[in-house]
């Protein structure tokens, strides 16, 4: 019992000694404030009192791009969605004024497109916002100078599926009708213009592939099929019709009152022999 009692004592007073050094160190340690998220936001909405909050963070591990007052995010919206406690980094919030919803994740100086849709030029649902696509056009050309598919725009970002402007954390497909992509002003122009003369088909590719090709050419329709030849034309020789052995002249003689014909045949008469035409 004594021995159990002074183990007893022993464990106590050393549990009490790390704990008190533990405390110490511990309180030693300078703290910042930093602006966290009071709760689960979504992306687009603009930030209010009640959505920002401060929290104690270690001054020792910096995080570079937070913010140490909640009036600097009052105001900005949110370009991706925050869990609650999350810092708030300068990334996550658009221009204040710049709107709210999916215009806060449009730069300066490029546009939101839509385009519409289906399960084929949609990649059976796995378009995602946040994507990376090319964007391919099939087109007739005219005056009978066949279909060709050419890549009009490359490594180009979905903005939206749908109404949806955040990924599913899970992956799931969706089938969606009308799908924006983030472009440049020329680029939009070259997207409606494909748009309304052909068929396009978005073509997702990897999210760090950024590669674009500019020596792309079209694919046209010939490199894919070989087309049958045109069969020769038929030619008929026509028969003639014999022609005289000797073409033969008439010759009228008119004295006064009388006229008279006379035949010749070219044997006989080598020049023709003009009319001679009188009166009675």
Known sequence: ???????????????????KRLRASMGDRNSVKVVVAATELPAGVALAEKDVTLMDWPSD????????KAQEVLGHPLIRSLGAKEPIFQRDLGLEGSGVGLATKIPPGMRATAVKSNEIVGVAGFLY??????????????????????????????????????????GKPQQVDVVTLLVSPEDSQKLQLASTQGTIQFVLRNGTDTTVNKDLRPARLDQLVTLPAKPAPVIRARARKPLAAHPSYVLEVIEGTKKTVHKFDESVAKEPVAKVQGTE
């Open 1 to 19: 019992m004594l021995a159990f009692i002074m183990a007893l004592v022993l464990a106590g007073v050393f549990t009490w000694i790390v704990f």
């Open 129 to 170: 916002p946040g994507s990376h696509v090319d964007v391919q056009a099939t087109i007739q050309l005219p005056a009978n100078g066949g279909t060709l598919t050419q890549t009009v725009l490359q490594d180009v970002e979905v903005l939206t599926a749908g109404q949806t402007i955040e990924p599913d954390p899970q």
């Open 61 to 68: 591990v910096p995080m570079a791009g937070t913010y140490s």
